[in-house]
């Protein structure tokens, strides 16, 4: 049993009709890039680029796709394990808060990679999901009655190989599963790096799992390695999620247009009360 007295009052969450969003390297509240925490990890983490350049807001040009997967994968791995995994409902909580503070939530550690991601001059958007609250029912497994019916997720994409203000041609969308997955460094070698998919379960959250297995909300076969096309979502393969999605809500420039939009998961009230404990308290 889920709860849908937490939930914003007064949206409706429906698709966006109109032109599909470009996506942006510019610096948003959330994604704020230029902040001098978010600066320092990407001169730390090094160039995406033929040459690093001297200042993240000058990206290099032309854009090298391989260098920028590189770069993105390391960020990656330095998020995984410096910023603690919490249960935090604060989904439009800055970049820059995020790395002082030292923790967040899946949500926030992908606005973290986003955000390095701009400042390498790397495009973002994200997409909108409705993902059923039972899929988080083994975190919580005596808090069932609370959980929200349903969990508001912005699935980060990338336009890899296109700098800043060259839109979108001869550059396609990657969805972040499709970048830390399938094109990880020595992806396909690794025996049994696609076992098991993700179960929400565990010390692994979302964001780890990323790195680990393919995760696919739309039971798109070729996402899935193994999978079986006339299986249902729940039958077939292990990193096929899409029975939980219950709405698509299309795609948006960046996660701070979403939020605006739709809304978080939680209301106002809902996140004041929880963040104190649950933006503690680890994800196990």
């Given at each position: 049993m889920t709860s849908s007295l937490l939930r914003p009052r007064g949206r409706t969450r429906t698709v966006s009709v109109g032109v599909v969003p470009e996506g942006s390297t510019a610096p948003t509240r959330i994604l704020d890039w230029r902040d001098p925490r978010v600066t320092a990890l990407v001169r730390e983490l090094g160039a995406a680029g033929p040459a690093e350049p001297a200042d993240p807001a000058d990206p290099a040009d032309p854009a090298d796709p391989v260098r920028q997967i590189e770069a993105l994968h390391r960020a990656h791995?330095?998020?995984?394990?410096?910023?603690r995994p919490v249960y935090s409902v604060q989904d439009e909580r800055p970049v820059s808060e995020v790395l002082r503070r030292g923790r967040g939530s899946c949500s926030q550690r992908l606005a973290v990679l986003e955000a390095v991601a701009r400042a390498?001059?790397?495009?973002?958007?994200?997409?909108?999901?409705?993902?059923?609250?039972?899929?988080?029912?083994?975190?919580?497994?005596?808090l069932r009655r609370i959980v929200p019916d349903q969990v508001l997720l912005a699935w980060p994409e990338f336009r890899l190989g296109s700098p800043a203000g060259a839109g979108a041609s001869g550059a396609s969308w990657l969805t972040v599963s499709q970048l830390l997955g399938g094109m990880r460094p020595g992806a396909g070698e690794q025996d049994g790096a696609q076992d098991g998919g993700f179960t929400n379960a565990g010390s692994e959250t979302l964001f780890e799992a990323l790195s680990r297995t393919a995760i696919d909300w739309d039971?798109?076969?070729?996402?899935?390695?193994?999978?079986?096309?006339?299986?249902?979502?729940?039958?077939?393969?292990?990193?096929?999620?899409?029975?939980?999605?219950?709405?698509?809500?299309?795609?948006?420039?960046?996660?701070?247009e979403l939020f605006a939009r739709h809304g978080q998961t939680l209301c106002g009230l809902a996140r004041l009360v929880a963040e104190p404990v649950l933006g503690r308290r680890g994800a196990a």
């Open positions: 791995a330095w998020i995984a394990t410096a910023v390498y001059g790397v495009p973002t958007r994200v997409r909108g999901l409705l993902v059923d609250g039972t899929f988080w029912y083994p975190r919580f497994p005596r039971a798109a076969p070729a996402a899935c390695p193994g999978a079986d096309p006339g299986a249902t979502a729940r039958a077939g393969s292990a990193c096929d999620l899409s029975a939980y999605v219950l709405s698509d809500l299309g795609h948006h420039d960046s996660r701070d």
